[in-house]
């Protein structure tokens, strides 16, 4: 709707435009009734004295943000306003004993006002950044196209329900990237409602592999950390405005299911028997159009992805394939490579003869 008035505001809107896939001439009426636009000669004209585009920020969706207030210089009465964060990344960037790079100085963050929006902070000169821990649950609510492919598996994209939350932090040191601290957080949980892509791996497909409990999900980590890698290449968008997460296949979509994460360890063997899925959602409220074009060439972003894995010089995972391998025995690359075989080649298989003689067979 921002949107929509921003480009009433620079000529009148015609009845025969188009703004996406929705009814112009409904949203038109529900501005002119908010007193936004008038209709004269068959178009809406702009008829509000503000600027429409003053209201919509470039550098976040929301408009939600907080604000930064040093208050080093508290005790002579001279607190600072230094800037302002987006809702979602104050989370991660701005929680409570949080190290806050701004203009190339470190700033420790004393209190979080999540009611007010403010975050105050103090200059300090230390040898360690943090980064925050989070966990992300997905679920599905509306499917919007859902297709079986061979693996078993299937790929599907629609509207989901993404809840995450802070619980943690840890202290890095620059340059080494030790880990020389952490800590606690309890935080309000944030739910966002965006579209996702997603693809559900099979029981068969996971209990033909030769691997351990532990190592398959070690792989199925792996495997989604470099999916959402390759993915931002091909959409040519940045690695933050695509999120990742596993869950498990829930009955049916919107049904009931318990919110668990999937990372934490499972007691029992019969924890084999779940049907994973992993998904890279859209990082913004109501999505941004990601999800739809990555269900369109999800056959290339499984090629690309393996590519990328096989390629890699490094024994058991580093940052530039499946993340970096907190242990030896996890075997992540091989699992994600076994996943990726399974997904291709049976297809390329069935697709090859019904494109014979093409170079763009699969």
Known sequence: MNHLKCAAFELPLSPDERFGNVDL???????????????????????????????????????????????????????????????????????????????????????LDFDKRKAYVKRVNVDYFTDAIRYTQVRVLEIAEEESILGPAARAHGDVLVRSQVVGFKKIKFFTNENVGSGKLELPENEMHTTAFWVTLGHDLLAQLPFTLSERQSGIFGLLYALGSVATLLLMC??????????????????????????EPHASESAAFFEPNLYLYDAYPGGI????????????????TQELIAACPCENGCPSCVGPAGDKSERSKE????????????????????????EHAI
């Open 25 to 111: 001439a409904e949203l038109c009426d529900r501005l002119g009734e908010a007193g936004f636009l008038h209709k004269s000669g068959g178009n809406w004209h702009w008829v509000q004295q503000a600027y429409p585009a003053d209201t919509i920020s470039l550098r976040s969706v929301t408009s939600d943000n907080f604000v930064i207030i040093d208050t080093t210089g508290e005790g002579n009465g001279e607190p600072e306003v230094i800037g302002e964060v987006d809702f979602s990344s104050a989370l991660t960037t701005v929680h409570p004993k949080a190290i806050y790079i701004h203009q190339g100085q470190q700033y420790h963050v004393e209190r």
């Open 289 to 304: 159009g990601f999800s739809e074009p990555l269900y369109r060439i999800s056959n290339a972003l499984f090629e690309r």
């Open 238 to 263: 940045d690695r933050r405005d695509l999120g990742a997460a596993v869950g498990e296949r829930p009955p049916s979509a919107a049904s009931e299911i318990n919110w668990e994460e999937f990372a």
């Open 335 to 358: 699992v994600a490579l076994a996943i990726l075989e399974r997904l291709l080649t049976k297809e390329c298989l069935v697709a090859a003869p019904a494109e014979k003689g093409s």
